[in-house]
């Protein structure tokens, strides 16, 4: 079992910067990959960005130049830096991880919302 807590979220004016924190717990030595995810209010939940444990990254267009995803440690806090929001970023941000046997575990999310 894997555990997921996110934190860091809350109301930031467009253009301004957020960083999500995800912190890991359980069995984390059998993650083979963990990302953000998030789902705005009508909408899918959609990938954001992921990393893999060897550290390879991947972004929705979106979001390029704009977030950066990273990792403290092997595998226990997953970060999302968020910077130059903008009102579409808006949704609950989630915290997923995957394991070597395809299972997958969900944080409980964390609201993101740009408004001025």
């Known amino acids: 079992q894997v555990q997921l807590v996110e934190s860091g979220g809350g109301l930031v004016q467009p253009g301004g910067s957020l960083r999500l924190s995800c912190a890991a717990s359980g069995s984390i030595f059998s993650i083979v990959i963990m990302g953000w995810y998030r789902q705005a209010p009508g909408k899918q939940r959609e990938l954001v960005a992921t990393i893999t444990s060897d550290g390879n990254t991947n972004y929705q267009d979106s979001v390029k130049g704009r977030f950066t995803i990273s990792r403290d440690g092997p595998k226990s806090t997953l970060y999302l830096q968020m910077n130059s929001l903008k009102p579409e970023d808006t949704a609950v941000y989630y915290c997923?991880?995957?394991?070597?046997?395809?299972?997958?575990?969900w944080g409980q999310g964390t609201q993101v919302t740009v408004s001025s």
């Open positions: 997923h991880a995957q394991n070597r046997n395809f299972f997958n575990y």
